[in-house]
C-alpha cells in the first residue's frame, strides 16, 4: 500500500520560512518516481508549486514561487522536501505531494497523494 505523508506545515509570519517534508512507503522504488508538490487554497484549484525529476537532476516551480521555494529529493531515505522562503500570505493553503512514474504536470497526471499538510501565513 502506498502512503504518502507530509509533515512541516504550520503558521508563519509573513516573510517568514517553512521546510514541508514527505516521506513516501509502499513504492516500488522511490527513485522510480517524479515527485510534486502542489497546494489548494479555500475555494480555488489545487496548483502545482514544484516538481523533481527521479534523480533530482531537473526541478520545475510555478511562477509565483521562484525564487523563494526549493524543492529537494533524497532517494535513500525515500523522501521529498520543499522549502518555503520569504512566505507570503497568499502562499496560505493546503500542502500535498505526489508520485507519477512519468513525467508529469498536472494533478490529474500523478498516481498516488498525501494527506496534505496545513499552511497558513499571517500577514
Known amino acids: 500500500q502506498v502512503q504518502l505523508v507530509e509533515s512541516g506545515g504550520g503558521l508563519v509570519q509573513a516573510g517568514g520560512s517553512l521546510r514541508l517534508s514527505c516521506a513516501a512507503s509502499?513504492?516500488?522504488?522511490?527513485?522510480?518516481?517524479?515527485m510534486g508538490w502542489f497546494r489548494q487554497a479555500p475555494g480555488k484549484e489545487r496548483e502545482s508549486v514544484a516538481a523533481i525529476s527521479w534523480s533530482g537532476g531537473t526541478t520545475g516551480y510555478a511562477d509565483s514561487v521562484k525564487g523563494r521555494f526549493t524543492i529537494s529529493r533524497n532517494n535513500a531515505q525515500n523522501t521529498v522536501y520543499l522549502q518555503m522562503n520569504s512566505l507570503k500570505p497568499e502562499d496560505t493553503a493546503v500542502y500535498y505531494c505526489?508520485?507519477?512514474?512519468?513525467?508529469?504536470?498536472?494533478?490529474?497526471?500523478?498516481?498516488?497523494w498525501g494527506q496534505g499538510t496545513q499552511v497558513t501565513v499571517s500577514s
Open positions: 505526489a508520485a507519477s512514474p512519468a513525467i508529469a504536470a498536472k494533478p490529474h497526471e500523478y498516481s498516488y
Open positions: 509502499g513504492l516500488t522504488t522511490f527513485r522510480g518516481y517524479v
